[in-house]
């Protein structure tokens, strides 16, 4: 490239000299002069610093900044937090904390309390041991918890109030009593607002329950697992039941499935109280209705209902060594009820309309005049006689007293059975049946005295009515007194007399 067209295209080498002999000032702008190792000599300019606007580094710039000052702001709350923390656990750990605790479930619960081994965390509240106790005008009589753990909220360490979610119990005791009308319900007046302390659900693995004297409870819950919610879904306080072994005093064992509970003021809903035989899975013996324990003079009448339930699990084995199968309520307005007053001996009645379960049938066995029709019928099916659809009857118990009322139990073409039979405290028996015996069979017996005690016909069979006594062990009846007293040869009858060996004792010998 040729140079400016002010510059020669030659230089003599005078003028190169001349040239580079210049002053500085002829170089470039902020140029210097120096000189090499080797003698020759150079301009050496300084690199300029750019000025130009960077923008983007400007902002990281600001960002690190603001990072720096988030993170020392950070750290600066965390240690305040920490502190705070500290010393909220450090007093939520001291006795007047604990004691203000105490004060706070006294008022909420009404009850005298005694708190044991307290401690708290920011997550959890933590107690060894729990003890209430109520006044005797309270249904509540005491209760008594163990290994308490509890997920409450912050505001409970600075609040008025210990709430939280959940509070879980390993073990927990709760003996009810009958109230008494003249005593008080509260250790303490009641809490207007919100309760110091609540939570949403209560849960314990393992639950007692026992209502009166607790050597000899009238009802007792053992190993059962209880849930409380302060709040369902109807707004009310709720308790559920899951498992365990039911002891009601004078009934046979039984064990509870489940049972669900709502608290109205002073009334209680018993939405479900479903219990099982003790051995037996299929049946069940469901309770519901309202209860108002604190009306001593309002008959509280709950229903009643049996599904497949054995009649021994009411009865007893007493009277179901002899009167056995699975039994069905049957809809009625004047049975299917469990009655009774919360009061002290308030006797309770129980009275169920039954019939036979469709997948069962009824047996009845035991009696001595079942044996005697065997042998002068001779039919062995007459020994143990079975009704599988046609046996319907009246369960009832009070006062210590069972019974079978309004029993009446088919088996079409062989016997009918009608009446009542009931069981005393003491195991005794009592009441009267009417036997009916098809009568094709009575015609075709060979001991006309069977004939003779035997009424006309009427629906199909012939009928006699015998009285039922004894011990449950060795049930008695007249039916020999009848057969002994019965003439040979009834009224109009050709039939030739019996021979003198043809006693009671020598027809109904077993074969």
């Known amino acids: 490239m040729s140079g400016a067209p002010s510059e020669p295209e030659k230089y003599s080498i005078d003028e190169m000299m001349d040239r580079l002999k210049g002053t500085p000032s002829e170089g470039p702008e ?36 603001a990072r720096i000052v988030q993170v020392s702001a ?20 001291s006795s007047p904390f604990r004691e203000g605790l105490v004060q706070k479930i006294a008022k909420s619960s009404g009850a005298e309390i005694d708190l044991q081994q307290f401690r708290m965390n920011p997550k959890t509240a933590n107690a060894g041991h729990l003890s209430m106790k109520w006044p005797e005008g309270n249904v509540l009589k005491s209760l008594s918890l163990h290994a308490i753990d509890a997920e409450i909220f912050p505001s409970s360490f600075f609040g008025k109030s210990m709430n939280g979610e959940e509070i879980s119990i390993g073990s927990g005791l709760l003996a009810l009593q009958i109230p008494d009308p003249s005593q008080p319900i509260r250790k303490s007046s009641s809490f207007e607002g919100g309760l ?47 498992k365990g072994d039911l002891t009601i005093d004078g009934w046979p ?49 709950l229903a009643v209902s049996l599904e497949s339930f054995q009649i021994s699990g009411i009865t007893g084995p007493a009277m179901g060594r002899l009167v056995s199968g699975r039994i069905d309520s049957q809809p009625t307005a004047k049975s299917n009820y469990l009655s ?53 009857g009246i369960l009832h118990r009070e006062a210590g007293v069972i019974s079978l009322r309004d029993i009446n139990f088919e088996s079409k073409g062989r016997l009918a059975l009608r009446g009542e039979i009931s069981i005393s405290a003491n195991q005794t028996l009592s009441g009267s049946l009417e036997v009916g015996v098809a009568e094709a069979m ?31 062990a060795a049930p008695t009846d007249n039916f020999k007194e009848l057969f002994s007293a019965a003439s040979p040869a009834a009224p109009g009858s050709s039939s030739p007399p019996e021979s003198s060996g043809s006693t009671f004792e020598e027809l109904t010998r077993p074969r």
Do not use: C
């Open 442 to 472: 009575i015609a075709a017996s060979k001991a006309p005295r069977l004939r003779a005690m035997f009424g006309p016909p009427s629906e199909g069979f012939q009928w006699i009515t015998l009285k039922i006594g004894g011990p449950a």
């Open 253 to 301: 064992k039984l064990r509870l499935d489940r049972a669900l509970f709502e608290f109205r003021g002073e009334e209680t809903d018993i939405s479900s109280f479903r219990m099982l035989q003790e051995k037996d899975e299929r049946g069940s013996f469901e309770l519901s209705g309202t209860i108002s324990p604190y009306k001593p003079q309002q008959l509280a009448s």
């Open 74 to 93: 950070a750290l600066v709350l965390f240690f305040i937090t920490a502190i705070v923390i500290g010393a909220a656990i450090i007093y939520a750990n």
């Open 196 to 242: 110091p302390v609540n939570f949403n659900r209560y849960r314990t693995r393992v639950l007692d329950v026992a209502l009166g004297d607790p050597s000899a409870p009238l009802i007792s819950l053992r190993k059962s697992e209880g849930s409380f919610t302060s709040r369902n879904q109807n707004g009310l306080p709720q308790l559920g039941l899951y």
């Open 340 to 392: 009774f007053r919360p009061a002290a001996n308030s006797a309770p009645k129980l009275d169920i309309a039954f019939r036979v379960a469709p997948t069962s049938k009824i047996e009845f066995l035991g009696f001595p005049f079942l044996f005697a029709l065997s042998q002068t019928i001779d039919d062995t099916w007459f020994e143990h006689p079975v009704f599988d659809s046609d046996a319907t």
């Open 30 to 65: 902020n140029g210097e002069l120096v000189t090499r190792a080797d003698g020759t000599q150079a301009i050496r300019v300084r690199k300029r610093k750019r000025r130009s606007s960077q923008p983007h580094k400007e902002q990281v710039q600001n960002n690190r900044r």
